[in-house]
């Protein structure tokens, strides 16, 4: 499938980072420029962005759309000729903001900490799925949107909009502090190498992955779930980790 660019409306969003720039331009004003965000997606091509273990950008499963990132359904599997993209570059301390929709019953993710040396794109991830139909969802808070996927549990009444609808994700690393924000809320929060975390790490999937749980330099990635979802508005500045006292 050839990859196709729209014209966008430029809209003003009305709350939080992206009240100065417009929805899915891919557009930072001149104060996050000089606070330095970056931008992740540029809202109208595949630069920066390219398939996980691959030279280049998926030819099929992914479109660029209306200033969007936008997945294509393929059945609720990934798809062999398209899968899950990765920033071409590695960040290990910083403050990633995006927004995300899915269409109901869709399930994906935004991993972090991702590296190749893996077998596979095993990381940390930011859940992104429909609480309400997937059945992922259903096993328990920490498989729902916003947890620490299959380790640490989003909290009940979180502040989620319905699949249909955007919400905005953060990502915040800072040394070995984790947060996990949605629409504005902070949802969960965990310290790298703790007795607590790797105590939820020994009850989940990833219990015998050396070195989940650890802080790396690594790629962010977008999953390829096999469902539709929509990113805009991607982007990272790069932070100082606090100096321990």
């Given at each position: 499938?050839?990859?196709?660019?729209?014209?966008?409306?430029?809209?003003?969003?009305?709350?939080?980072?992206?009240?100065?720039?417009?929805?899915?331009?891919?557009?930072?004003?001149?104060?996050?420029?000089?606070?330095?965000?970056?931008?992740?997606?540029?809202?109208?091509?595949?630069?920066?962005?390219?398939?996980?273990?691959?030279?280049?950008?998926?030819?099929?499963?992914?479109?660029?759309?209306?200033?969007?990132?936008?997945?294509?359904?393929?059945?609720?599997?990934?798809?062999?000729?398209?899968?899950?993209?990765?920033?071409?570059?590695?960040?290990?301390?910083?403050?990633?903001?995006?927004?995300?929709?899915?269409?109901?019953?869709?399930?994906?993710?935004?991993?972090?900490?991702?590296?190749?040396?893996?077998?596979?794109?095993?990381?940390?991830?930011?859940?992104?799925?429909?609480?309400?139909?997937?059945?992922?969802?259903?096993?328990?808070?920490?498989?729902?949107?916003?947890?620490?996927?299959?380790?640490?549990?989003?909290?009940?009444?979180?502040?989620?909009?319905?699949?249909?609808?955007?919400?905005?994700?953060?990502?915040?690393?800072?040394?070995?502090?984790?947060?996990?924000?949605?629409?504005?809320?902070?949802?969960?929060?965990?310290?790298?190498?703790?007795?607590?975390?790797?105590?939820?790490?020994?009850?989940?999937?990833?219990?015998?992955?050396?070195?989940?749980?650890?802080?790396?330099?690594?790629?962010?990635?977008?999953q390829d779930h096999g469902d539709e979802v929509v990113f805009r508005n991607l982007r990272l500045r790069e932070l100082r980790p606090r100096p321990t006292q």
């Amino acid at each position: 499938m050839r990859i196709r660019f729209a014209a966008v409306v430029l809209v003003a969003a009305s709350t939080g980072l992206f009240a100065q720039a417009p929805q899915g331009t891919g557009a930072l004003s001149a104060a996050e420029r000089a606070e330095g965000w970056r931008l992740l997606f540029d809202g109208a091509t595949t630069k920066g962005w390219r398939g996980f273990k691959k030279p280049a950008f998926p030819a099929r499963g992914w479109l660029i759309e209306s200033g969007t990132i936008k997945h294509l359904a393929s059945g609720g599997e990934p798809s062999p000729d398209s899968g899950d993209i990765i920033t071409t570059d590695v960040f290990d301390d910083f403050d990633l903001r995006f927004e995300w929709r899915v269409v109901p019953g869709a399930n994906s993710g935004v991993k972090y900490f991702v590296t190749e040396e893996r077998d596979g794109p095993i990381a940390h991830e930011y859940q992104v799925i429909d609480d309400e139909r997937h059945p992922d969802a259903k096993i328990g808070p920490h498989r729902a949107t916003a947890a620490l996927y299959d380790a640490i549990a989003a909290p009940a009444g979180k502040k989620l909009k319905p699949a249909g609808e955007f919400n905005e994700g953060r990502i915040l690393v800072r040394g070995l502090h984790v947060e996990h924000w949605l629409n504005g809320a902070k949802v969960i929060e965990y310290e790298l190498g703790s007795p607590a975390l790797m105590a939820a790490k020994a009850k989940s999937k990833f219990k015998d992955v050396a070195g989940w749980g650890e802080k790396l330099k690594g790629h962010i990635l977008l999953q390829d779930h096999g469902d539709e979802v929509v990113f805009r508005n991607l982007r990272l500045r790069e932070l100082r980790p606090r100096p321990t006292q």
